[in-house]
Each structure stands twice: as C-alpha cells, then as structure tokens.
C-alpha cells in the first residue's frame, strides 16, 4: 500500500562524547614515604581511597604510615568522596618531585588540591638543601590547582609565596601523628567536598574533628598571621566551636572561594565551548567570524555564567560581555575575540550590629 511515510526521515546519530570534566573534589596528602614499612603506594605514583577500610588494608601492608591513615580517614569522615596520596624519598626528594609525577598521571584531572603532610616552617630543608614546603610551589606554577599547607611556627618569614594566587596555608602547632590528623588537608577535604558546578563554598568553617592549638596565641599573633605580611590561615575557637578555619584566604589575601570559582569557570567555558566546536564539526556545521558566530558564543558564555549565579559564585546581573569588531587581522587569523567581565560574590567575614533600645515606640 502506498503511504507518504518516505516524507519523514530521522537519523540518530551517536556522537562521541565530549572531553573529560576538570574535577575540583579531589584533594592529594603529599607524604615522604621513608618510613613506611612496605611498599610505598604498592609502587605507585598516586594511590586514591574512598573508604576507611582501604586506608586500613594499605597501612597494614606498610603501603601507607598510620599517621597519614589517620589524617586520610579524617579527611573521608568530612564526606568527600576520595582522597589521593603522592609520595617521595625524603633523602634526595621534596613534595615537588611527588607532585610533578602525580600531574603526569591518569588521575591528574581528578586532584584540585594538593596538600604536603610536612609541617614545621617553610624554611625546614632537607638533604637537598630546599625548602620543603614551598617545592609544591613551583611545581603547580601555571596550573589551576590549590596547594594548601601547614605551618607550626608563626614567626617564620612567608615571603616567598605571599602573593601567588593558588597557595594558602593555616597555621597551627599540633604535628600529625598517629593520632592527629593534618588540620589543613581536613579543611581542603571539608570544603573540597561541595560541588562548585552546584555550590560555590566558601572555606572559613569549624574543621571536622578539628584539634585545638596547644598553645595559646595572641591576638596580636593572631592578626600577624592573617595580615597582609604573610596572608595566613588559623584555627581558633568561635563561640561553641573549638576550632574555626578563617578567614579563608589565599596568600594574596583573596577569598580561597574566589580563587575557585576563577578556576571553575575557565575549566567549564573551555569544556562548554571544546564540546561546542565538536558537536558543530561532527553535524558538519561551521561557527561562522561574523554576527552570527558572536551570537553563537555569547550564549554559550551566558549559560555558564548563570551556572555561576545559581552556584553563588557570581553576582546576579554582572555580567558584560564585548565583542570587539572583526578586523582585517582577524579575518586573516580566523580568530573570534570577545571579553567578558563577570562579578564575584562577596563573603561576610565581620559583622557590626548595632541595636538600640527604648521605651517609646520606634515604628
């Protein structure tokens, strides 16, 4: 029987998947592994664990020192996912040597925030004469990623990293053992645990489990540490809370939430516009160097954008995107330009309320 069906045609087609999402709930306890009894991460270069019994199974095969297991389960009990380990020989190495080789790795795009388990002060070197603490510096030069460490002494010069964008350190005095957990990998994993793509967090809060200085500090210290000479971190009792994470700053002194939200919207407005260009490519479709592209982009930028707002990592109608006019040079590179500004949230850290009180009528 005939029948005008042949008029309706539909292909499916299955296109292959974009490229892989940079994540930002991976945190990485970079440990010296000399003392460990077996085989270091059972050979290698990063080792990752999601549940306490596999921190337990790799500590009893020496793969693991009890004390980074116990630092590593309390980082699991704040609720994020998994947490990572890189390791290096102490004698000829430093926590740069361990993070170089953990960027080179598969799980490179699921660690955010690298956290090396040494304390002390960030002049302690080791055999090769560097300072330890500071090698993980040089070794996420360029890279959007968050290097977080801890100091026990307050009166150490921090010079050498105050004003780079993605280092921030706490202060606190208690060295881990098998018994304390390192107080800053605790916090990077509290924090890391929220999604930025749904939740934009800010970083000062009570650290889970958090262990109380074991000396007091001044408040004098206290705004020395957190001050514009070295932009630290510190863990002090806040009302019922013995130990508070604050402010919450980079060593720039800028909002580690800001710094964030910096690298996540880079991360997503590349992956959005890659899977962009693919899904034009594979439909055999071009973005054309005209209005039209501009308008084809523009959305794209939008849509991330109000990602952004929802998450509360942006201001809600501070967004301007500019479009310069397509030049010769342009035409001649095939190149589309466009700048965008974008407002970022703004985080309470101290509130002033003043009340007044009166027998008469106020309203």
């Not at 170089?100 to 004469?129: H, K, M, N, Q, W």
């Not at 310069?324 to 001649?332: E, R, V």
């Amino acid at each position: 029987m005939a029948t005008h069906n042949s008029t309706l045609n539909i292909s499916v087609t299955l296109i292959a998947p974009g490229g892989s999402q940079a994540g930002f709930g991976g945190v990485c306890l970079v440990v010296d592994s000399q003392s460990f009894g077996g085989s270091p991460l059972g050979g290698d270069d990063v080792a990752a664990y999601s549940t306490s019994t596999a921190v337990d199974t790799a500590a009893a095969a020496g793969e693991i020192s009890e004390a980074v297991a116990t630092t590593l389960k309390a980082g699991l009990a704040t609720g994020i996912n998994t947490v990572y380990v890189a390791d290096y020989d102490g004698t000829s190495e430093d926590p740069g040597d361990a993070i170089e080789r953990a960027r080179a790795s598969a799980l490179d795009d699921s660690i955010y925030v690298y956290v090396p388990f040494e304390t002390g002060s960030t002049t302690d070197a080791d055999a090769d004469g560097t300072a330890d603490i500071l090698t993980g510096i040089t070794a996420l030069s360029g890279a959007d990623k968050l290097y977080l460490y801890q100091q026990s002494d307050t009166t150490t010069a921090v010079a050498a990293h105050v004003g780079i964008e993605n280092v921030g350190w706490l202060y606190h005095d208690a060295t881990p053992s098998s018994s304390v957990a390192h107080q800053m990998f605790v916090q990077a994993c509290n924090r890391a645990r929220f999604n930025p793509d749904t939740q934009a967090a800010g970083w000062k809060s009570p650290i889970p489990g958090g262990v109380a200085l074991t000396s007091d500090i001044s408040q004098a210290t206290n705004a020395t540490v957190q001050g514009a000479a070295s932009f630290g971190n510190t863990s002090l009792p806040f009302f019922g809370e013995p130990t508070y994470f604050y402010p919450g700053q980079n060593s720039e002194g800028t909002s580690i939430k800001q710094v964030v939200s910096k690298h996540w919207f880079k991360a997503r407005l590349t992956e959005r516009i890659a899977n962009l260009i693919i899904r034009y490519d594979n439909s055999g479709r071009i973005i054309p160097l005209d209005a039209t592209g501009q308008d084809i982009i523009d959305g794209e930028i939008r849509a991330q954008y109000a990602l952004g707002v929802e998450a509360g990592a942006f201001q809600a109608g501070q967004l301007l995107v500019t479009f310069p006019t397509i030049s010769a040079a342009d035409l001649a590179a095939n190149r589309l330009r466009v700048t965008v500004s974008i407002a970022l949230t703004n985080e309470v850290l101290t509130f002033d309320i003043g009340v007044n009180l009166s027998t008469s009528e106020v309203v």
